[in-house]
């Protein structure tokens, strides 16, 4: 199989006056596991489902693998998407629920049977062709979604949300599971998630998106050492922000560092003096409030065994090296 891009194209879409998506442009290489992430009600499934078919924009254009599919149908698009709640019907068994679709394709008989089987196969599910969705583990019938929407062998792969209905272990499991067979395939999949650890480990590049707008395109590594913006340095990981000659700088509380005070101040980066005024400790590191004038900064500092706990008001110096320092839009 040859991967194909996705090209939107200064996409806008409103319900009524309610505008959803605005101005959206973006590139998904082929081959790329794409993730769109934000906060619920940002516009991620509005615009998945816009690439699948389901949903139409008032302006722009979408293409896939540079054929402009505006106003084609989803059923000849060559997507295939897998839905949040799985949609699997009850009644059917395993099997007849993954030829489903292909029994809407009007393809021969045996070619359903081995790409049934082919497909079962590639999701773990080799041996599980008759049971019914009713007794099967919540994990198992995502990947029955998952290996119906794989036997229609589409271009490009859509998830919404798919591992939320999975208990936390599972889900860090599944991510793995999905990423591994992404690669196999090669296959072009946009993966909408509002859980920021969910698109970091698992997606090549991930647009962030807040109020239909997308707010940075990057890797993973982009958006957590280089947000743009005061909304992604908050939503990818967490970011203390503090106002710096009218300018916002923001930095990591791992980048922080604490000395009891009185300490001298350090030439380079950000010195600020404060007090404990919270600690919890969260195993590997203690995470400190300081309280820094009217506003709060927090450092995770490495524990160790050999480091007493610095005491909630005890007066401390903050520093930041200059290098762990970013300047935000
Ligand atoms: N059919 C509709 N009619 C009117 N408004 C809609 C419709 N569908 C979605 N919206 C609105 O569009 C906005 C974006 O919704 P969307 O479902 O795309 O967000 P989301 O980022 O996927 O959020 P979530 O994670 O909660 O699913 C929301 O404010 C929502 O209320």
Known sequence: MNPVGVDIRNVALAYGTTQVLRDIT????????????????????????????????????????????????????????????????????????????LEERRI????????????????????????????????????????????????????????????????VQTRQ?????????????????????????????????????IQQVGTPFELFDHPVNRFVAGFVGSANIVQREG?????????????KAPAPVQAEGLSLEGEIAAVEFLGVSVRYDVQVGPSRVIADVAHSRDLAPLAIGTPVVIGVPASELRPLD
């Open 247 to 259: 300018r916002d700088i923001a930095f990591r509380p791992h980048a922080v560092t604490l000395r």
């Open 177 to 213: 599971e999905l990423r591994k067979l992404q690669q196999r395939l090669g296959i072009t999949t946009i993966f909408v998630t509002h859980d920021q650890e969910e698109a970091l480990t698992t997606c090549d590049r991930i647009a962030v998106m807040d109020q239909g707008v």
């Open 26 to 101: 973006l590139s998904i290489q082929p081959g790329e596991f794409f993730a769109l992430l934000g906060p619920s009600g940002s516009g991620k499934t509005t615009l998945l489902r816009l690439i699948a078919g389901f949903n139409q924009h008032q302006h722009g254009e979408v293409l896939i693998g540079g054929k402009d599919v505006t106003g084609t149908p989803p059923w000849d698009r060559d997507v295939g998407m897998v839905f949040q709640n799985y949609a699997l019907w009850p009644h059917m068994t395993v099997a007849q629920n993954v030829a489903f679709g």
């Open 108 to 171: 021969p008989r045996d070619r359903i049977r081995e790409r049934v089987r082919a497909s079962l196969d590639l999701v773990g599910l080799a041996g599980y062709d008759a049971r019914r969705p009713g007794q099967l583990s919540g994990g198992q019938q995502q990947r029955v979604a998952l290996a119906r929407t794989l036997a229609i062998e589409p271009q490009v792969l859509l998830l919404d949300e798919p591992l939320s209905n999975l208990d936390a272990k599972l889900r």
